[in-house]
């Protein structure tokens, strides 16, 4: 399990063989098996996540209806606000679609680890921000596009995820019906021909 | 100019008042005039920004459209994913909708001011995860919503963006046209008499 961690972290070529180790005894890693649940929405949020291995996903409820608002592989980091004044709340569910191994971390655990390697502030920084430019295309995607090329995106961009997810929750990611989605894979399919 | 960015750092309590000078002679401001253009789609990414004053907004041209991607106001930042390996193009434009005032930054630049002032690597980190969180939630609605519940959500989140912003860009961010725009704002009239 530890292995996972050790490879990830060995990709930063900042860090010594030493650090890695030492940073990887003091990280939690955690694996969860397929379908378990990790948050609820209404959970008071005390961790954050990034997946190593595997395969998540976050929902809301609406109207009795799960609505998926984001898919993540490996390599992602899962965000929850943590605040250190005041205690918040999940707005989301948080859900394994594959067995997953995942880091656990919380602001306390994050500061240990920065105190002790201060390099890892910037790694996380830099990690971060990476995350949010890939939010930000998202945004610009959800607003500028229809549902069919969406989808053409997403077959770009993340094209494991047409694999590992299932077909009725990519439709529902992309906010359209599981027959809307059949439409438009037929339609894509003829073009294709 | 200096005494906007001065403010702004003031308000972090972990910096002394001479490290606030010392980091706001190093830090470079920048005032654009409305309607200025500071970037533009296909130029390569030198820059981000952080908005100290002002409001400006992000675009892409489809089929000869403008549509809204993102719209910044005070304390938001604006980021392109600048990378040391290779050289990335802007894939939206940014435009002033006020007078602005900005601070500027870049890779170099902010590596000196990390090593100069450490603390602020963690500062950095810590507003950059808001501003990932609010991406996310963003997207979420997005997701989940219709355009009249996306511009009720903009009135409860971002109230001044309807006095500052005019309504033909406010339906652009919200992929509509003006006139679904005012129907909607009809719609939300009468039912509030």
Chains 1, 2 share one sequence.
Do not use: W
């Not at 010594?16 to 649940?37: G, R």
Request: proline fraction near 3%; aromatic fraction near 8%.
């Amino acid at each position: 399990m530890k292995q996972i961690l050790i490879q990830f972290l060995s990709n930063f070529s900042e860090l010594t063989q030493t650090q890695v180790n030492e940073m990887a005894d003091l990280m939690k890693v955690a694996t969860f098996k397929k379908n378990s649940s990790i948050v609820k929405e209404g959970d008071y949020c005390t961790s954050c996540y990034f997946v190593l291995k595997g395969c998540l996903r976050q929902y809301i409820i609406q109207d009795g209806i799960e609505k998926t608002i984001a898919i993540y592989t490996e390599n992602q980091s899962i965000n929850y606000f943590i605040s250190e004044d005041i205690q918040t709340k999940a707005e989301n569910n948080l859900i394994c679609i594959e067995d997953s191994t995942i880091l656990v971390g919380n602001p306390k655990s994050d500061a240990q680890l920065f105190s002790k390697f201060p390099m890892l502030v910037d790694i996380t920084r830099r990690m971060i921000e990476a995350d949010l430019n890939t939010a930000q295309k998202n945004i610009s995607t959800l607003i500028t596009s229809s549902p069919e090329q969406r989808y053409k995106h997403l077959l770009e961009e993340r094209p494991d995820l047409i694999q590992r997810v299932p077909q009725h929750i990519i439709a529902s990611f992309l906010g359209i019906t599981p027959e809307s989605l059949s439409r438009i894979r037929k339609r894509i399919a003829t073009v294709n021909k």
